[in-house]
T-cell receptor, first 109, second 111 residues
């Protein structure tokens, strides 16, 4: 069983829709990260959180430590949100990240 | 600040050739990492370093070597390239071992 499971694997939405991407994990963590990888390949950190909720613009990330679950929400989605969204854990002893396989989001105009 | 830079962006190698992937960061971060990303898979840790002169193996170190002679640089060496090393390689750095900053990646093909 993978330590980090994301769902869905692929998601297609219409512009303006509310989007939710889920991440479940099975190990103890010190922090959970949401990353964005654009078609060009670059990876950008969106959020790092260890409890509660964080908001940045149209993006909201939540985490429930007891349930070992996190969600990334995108409000009023836009085609420029099209990317792969990756959930990752800081759980390794070396401070390295343990990655999910990613959710590929496509937002149609 | 340029952040984390990687060279080259693309490379095609023949089986058995050697090469070094370069990674440099200008943020004075102690922690540096090399990951590889294969299609349909999550990134996996190859090697990491917690400071100059200190390196250690990650999850998939076979076929690779690293060195860390300065805080800024963390090159990844492939000695005898194999088709299984075809991948996209990302270097990352961190000051505290938490939030990581990624380079743009190197796309390597071994044929």
């Amino acid at each position: 069983k993978n330590e980090v499971e994301q769902s869905p694997q692929n998601l297609t939405a219409q512009e303006g829709e509310f989007i939710t991407i889920n991440c479940s994990y099975s190990v103890g963590i010190s922090a959970l990260h949401w990353l964005q990888q654009h078609p060009g390949g670059g990876i950008v950190s969106l959020f790092m959180l260890s409890s509660g909720k964080k908001k940045h613009g149209r993006l909201i990330a939540t985490i429930n430590i007891q349930e070992k679950h996190s969600s990334l929400h995108i409000t009023a989605s836009h085609p420029r949100d099209s990317a792969v969204y990756i959930c990752a854990l800081t759980g390794g002893s070396q401070g390295n990240l343990i990655f999910g396989k990613g959710t590929k989001l496509s937002v149609k105009p | 600040n340029a952040g984390v830079t990687q060279t080259p962006k693309f490379r095609i190698l023949k089986i058995g050739q050697s090469m070094t992937l370069q990674c440099t960061q200008d943020m004075n971060h102690n922690y540096m990492y090399w990951y590889r990303q294969d299609p349909g898979m999550g990134l996996k840790l190859i090697y990491y370093s917690v400071g100059a002169g200190i390196t250690d193996k990650g999850e998939v170190p076979n076929g690779y070597n690293v060195s860390r002679s300065t805080t800024e640089d963390f090159p990844l060496r492939l000695e005898l390239a194999a088709p299984s090393q075809t991948s996209v390689y990302f270097c990352a750095s961190s000051s505290t071992g938490d939030e990581q900053y990624f380079g743009p990646g190197t796309r390597l093909t071994v044929t």
